[in-house]
């Protein structure tokens, strides 16, 4: 077994895609121990970082150096641990549903969401189909991930440009494009649209 794992590690840190598929499959149990330290079992966030850690796995492939003197199992434990731990810590505090009372836009120009979207302009009729449309709206952003909700927040109600968010959340410019771009096909599906992607 060892013999076996030391093969796909070497073969993975050569660059050998199906090798490097086999070790993310055996290194599954890992992360999820580590998952699990901080989130339950059937907590909606659970998928989200088990890609993150398959992120993890991959970035360490690359930065891993032998010369060292650790074997890169133990690199991988130390890295995936510190991982997570770090998230949950950086992410404990973060409001994760917005409300119609949430105050939005930049500091010195804000307004809350519902006036905002409502306005005085409306008949009452008007008014109440549309209430009833934000608050689908907001329904269902409740049910995307909090990465996903992060990066709504981050885009309409912070108004933050995507180099911003790129530059907050310590991520490449194109992730934080697709991100966006794939949250907002997944929210568009929940609200009954099209799946052609597209921005609101």
């Not at 895609?17 to 599954?28: A, F, P, T, V």
């Not at 998230?87 to 404990?92: L, Q, V």
């Not at 905002?116 to 409740?142: Q, R, T, Y």
Request: aromatic residues 10%; proline residues 1%.
């Amino acid at each position: 077994m060892d013999a076996d794992i030391n093969y796909i590690i070497l073969e993975s840190l050569k660059g050998d895609k199906k090798s490097q598929e086999i070790l993310l499959s055996k290194l599954h149990p890992l992360i999820y121990k580590n998952i699990y330290r901080y989130y339950s079992h059937d907590d909606h966030i659970v998928e989200d970082l088990v890609q993150e850690g398959y992120v993890v796995i991959l970035k360490s492939l690359k930065s891993y150096e032998e010369n060292k003197g650790v074997h890169f199992l133990g690199y991988i434990k130390s890295n995936l641990f510190y991982f997570y731990k770090n998230y949950y810590r950086d992410t404990k505090n973060q409001r994760n549903t917005i409300s119609l009372n949430q105050n939005i836009g930049k500091q010195g120009n804000s307004q809350e969401l519902g006036s905002m979207l409502i306005g005085c302009a409306l008949d009452p009729i008007e008014e109440v189909v549309l209430k009833d449309e934000i608050n689908e709206l907001l329904s269902n952003v409740k049910k995307l991930s909090k990465k996903e909700q992060k990066i709504i927040s981050m885009f309409y109600i912070d108004e933050l440009e995507i180099k911003e968010i790129s530059s907050q959340l310590q991520k490449a410019y194109r992730t934080v494009v697709w991100r966006k771009y794939t949250t907002l096909r997944k929210l568009k599906k929940l609200m009954g649209g099209d799946n052609h992607g597209g921005t609101f």
